[in-house]
């Protein structure tokens, strides 16, 4: 079922050169440092750092770095050393100092050690042997950057234990941190619990900053912010907090421009499979949109399940993808559109505000996160800046 949108798509007439025919990925840094902002203002007392693991969570490690830095933060985390070492050089290109956590601290060994002295990077250790390797290194090398330990709570996934912390002291960390679970549940006694254990490490060193709390973490209040908040998700406008209204901004609008138009007949089937069959005549757009983009191949609506599918915005009506989406198209059923919208060329909102990062994810059965990062490289991507 298709309802009216109040926002608007591009007009009639807005649209892109079909010699070039290319999805359009809006990024907004100025929403993205907005969010950053907001959050600060909510953990205060706690510093706001910001996660830009996996190129920024999809958007761009350069620009979105940079406009972070520009305003003010001063704490990055990614995964990789490699990606560190990319932050490095952006941050030092721009003139920002900012501290850089590797969350995946090792493997360590010579050249990793080369690349964290080179580049001052923190490595976050898990494990006895980063441990030792670490608290070696600092015997037999001047000027090596401080490091993060970081406490298994509970995810049972990377992490020290409660009784390695007299080999953690070893290394006098700068932070130690630990990662919640569940922090997107409030309820979920998970919570409470490694809140609890996390308080009791954290004891243990005194002179060394705290971190537990992830996007979520925040809105668990002051107990889970300690002196670092760590959000990555809700800088990028995904929800921290679902079930409830969103209260980042949203920072990301996909457009794809629609190529072609078919008038299909009751009974005529749509895209690879013949998994979707039109139940009277339709009015189909093709759009230059696939998996090799990010999109999920369960993206449309199929004859086993017609009100499932992806929503795309054509002028202000609410359209559904419908058939398998393929590696480079998807179809989109424009039955209900003003004919003045159907010219080749024309843009359709794939995601913004009006159909959200939240709505994408649920109707291919995905995550934000997942979502996002997955968005794809062959999009003209346009940063609007602060």
Same mark, same amino acid.
């Given at each position: 079922?298709?309802?009216?949108?109040?926002?608007?798509?591009?007009?009639?007439?807005?649209?892109?050169?079909?010699?070039?025919?290319?999805?359009?990925?809006?990024?907004?840094?100025?929403?993205?440092?907005?969010?950053?902002?907001?959050?600060?203002?909510? &953990? $205060?007392?706690?510093?706001?750092?910001?996660?830009?693991?996996?190129?920024?969570?999809?958007?761009?490690?350069?620009?979105?770095?940079?406009?972070?830095?520009?305003?003010?933060?001063?704490?990055?985390?990614? &995964?990789?050393?490699?990606?560190?070492?990319?932050?490095?050089?952006?941050?030092?290109?721009?003139? $920002?100092?900012?501290?850089?956590?590797?969350?995946?601290?090792?493997?360590?060994? #010579?050249?990793?050690?080369?690349?964290?002295?080179?580049?001052?990077?923190?490595?976050?250790?898990?494990?006895?042997?980063?441990?030792?390797?670490?608290?070696? &290194?600092?015997?037999?090398?001047?000027?090596?950057?401080?490091?993060?330990?970081?406490?298994?709570?509970?995810? %049972?996934?990377?992490?020290?234990? #409660? /009784?390695?912390?007299?080999?953690?002291?070893?290394?006098?960390?700068?932070?130690?941190?630990?990662?919640?679970?569940?922090?997107?549940? !409030?309820?979920?006694?998970?919570?409470?619990?490694?809140?609890?254990?996390?308080?009791?490490?954290?004891?243990?060193?005194?002179?060394?900053?705290?971190?537990? @709390?992830?996007?979520?973490?925040?809105?668990?209040?002051?107990?889970?912010?300690?002196?670092?908040?760590?959000? /990555?998700?809700?800088?990028?406008?995904?929800?921290?907090?679902?079930?409830?209204?969103? !209260?980042?901004?949203?920072?990301?609008?996909?457009?794809?421009?629609?190529?072609?138009?078919?008038?299909?007949?009751?009974?005529?089937?749509?895209?690879?499979?013949?998994?979707?069959? #039109?139940?009277?005549?339709?009015?189909?757009?093709?759009?230059?949109? /696939?998996? @090799?983009?990010?999109?999920?191949? %369960?993206?449309?609506?199929?004859?086993? %399940?017609?009100?499932?599918?992806?929503?795309?915005?054509?002028?202000?009506?609410?359209?559904?993808?419908?058939?398998?989406?393929?590696?480079?198209?998807?179809?989109?059923?424009?039955?209900?559109?003003?004919?003045?919208?159907?010219?080749?060329?024309?843009?359709?909102?794939?995601?913004?505000?009006?159909?959200?990062?939240?709505?994408? #994810?649920?109707?291919?059965?995905?995550?934000?996160?997942?979502?996002?990062?997955?968005?794809?490289?062959?999009?003209?991507?346009?940063?609007?800046?602060?």
């Amino acid at each position: 079922m298709r309802t009216t949108c109040p926002r608007a798509c591009d007009p009639p007439g807005a649209r892109a050169n079909l010699t070039h025919a290319r999805a359009r990925l809006t990024i907004d840094l100025g929403a993205i440092v907005a969010n950053w902002k907001r959050l600060g203002v909510l &953990a $205060h007392p706690a510093e706001a750092a910001a996660v830009v693991k996996a190129d920024a969570y999809g958007l761009g490690l350069l620009p979105v770095a940079s406009a972070l830095a520009k305003a003010g933060c001063g704490t990055f985390f990614v &995964a990789h050393a490699s990606e560190g070492a990319a932050l490095r050089r952006i941050l030092r290109d721009g003139g $920002h100092a900012a501290a850089i956590y590797i969350l995946h601290g090792g493997p360590l060994d #010579a050249a990793g050690l080369e690349l964290y002295q080179a580049h001052d990077l923190r490595p976050v250790l898990a494990s006895l042997p980063e441990l030792s390797f670490w608290a070696g &290194a600092l015997n037999d090398h001047d000027g090596l950057p401080t490091s993060a330990v970081h406490f298994d709570t509970g995810m %049972n996934r990377l992490g020290l234990r #409660a /009784g390695d912390v007299d080999a953690a002291r070893a290394v006098s960390p700068a932070l130690v941190m630990s990662h919640f679970i569940t922090s997107e549940i !409030p309820d979920d006694p998970n919570n409470a619990a490694q809140m609890a254990r996390f308080a009791s490490l954290r004891r243990a060193f005194p002179h060394a900053k705290a971190s537990l @709390a992830n996007s979520s973490g925040i809105f668990l209040g002051p107990k889970a912010r300690h002196d670092l908040v760590r959000p /990555g998700f809700a800088l990028y406008g995904g929800n921290p907090c679902p079930g409830q209204p969103n !209260p980042m901004l949203p920072t990301v609008r996909l457009d794809v421009p629609m190529l072609q138009f078919r008038d299909v007949s009751a009974g005529e089937t749509v895209g690879y499979g013949a998994r979707f069959t #039109a139940r009277k005549p339709m009015r189909l757009a093709v759009v230059p949109l /696939g998996y @090799a983009d990010g999109f999920a191949r %369960n993206g449309g609506a199929l004859d086993d %399940n017609p009100d499932q599918g992806c929503l795309a915005l054509v002028g202000q009506q609410r359209c559904r993808f419908v058939g398998r989406v393929s590696m480079d198209l998807s179809v989109i059923d424009v039955s209900e559109v003003p004919e003045a919208w159907l010219t080749p060329g024309t843009m359709a909102q794939v995601l913004g505000q009006a159909v959200t990062l939240d709505d994408l #994810a649920t109707a291919t059965q995905r995550i934000g996160y997942e979502v996002l990062t997955s968005l794809g490289r062959r999009f003209e991507r346009v940063y609007q800046t602060l």
